[in-house]
């Protein structure tokens, strides 16, 4: 099983980025997908989740900022986040769930600042 994140950078408050985190060695469409995040010295957080059959749930913190959304044709998750705040710097990770089964990718480096 393999998650590959990519999209992370360097943006201005106030910027765009886009997420992506293409599966590999599961079935996609029957794993919930989430994003979570971890700032240096804090513990990871869950950012945005969607389940199998659509279902999203989203931290206080992004909610209207943050969308989650999945194609299960091209086994990826994304994440577009919106008005960025540098409080949102932290590597972000995704998490494949199913059950009792749980897979992470390896992060990818999310920094807001002018």
């Known amino acids: 099983v393999q998650l590959q994140a990519s999209g992370g950078g360097l943006v201005q408050p106030g910027g765009s980025l886009r997420l992506s985190c293409a599966a590999s060695?599961?079935?996609?469409?029957?794993?919930?997908m989430g994003w979570y995040r971890q700032a240096p010295g804090k513990e990871r957080e869950l950012v945005a989740r969607?389940?199998?059959?659509?279902?999203?749930n989203y931290s206080d913190s992004a909610k209207g900022r943050f969308t989650i959304f999945r194609a299960n044709a091209k086994n990826t998750v994304y994440l577009q986040m919106n008005s960025l705040k540098p409080e949102d710097t932290a590597v972000y990770y995704c998490?494949?769930?199913?059950?009792?089964?749980?897979?992470w990718g390896q992060g990818t480096q999310v920094t807001v600042s002018s």
């Open positions: 998490n494949a769930q199913l059950g009792l089964y749980a897979y």
């Open positions: 969607m389940t199998y059959n659509w279902r999203t």
């Open positions: 060695g599961v079935t996609f469409s029957r794993y919930d």
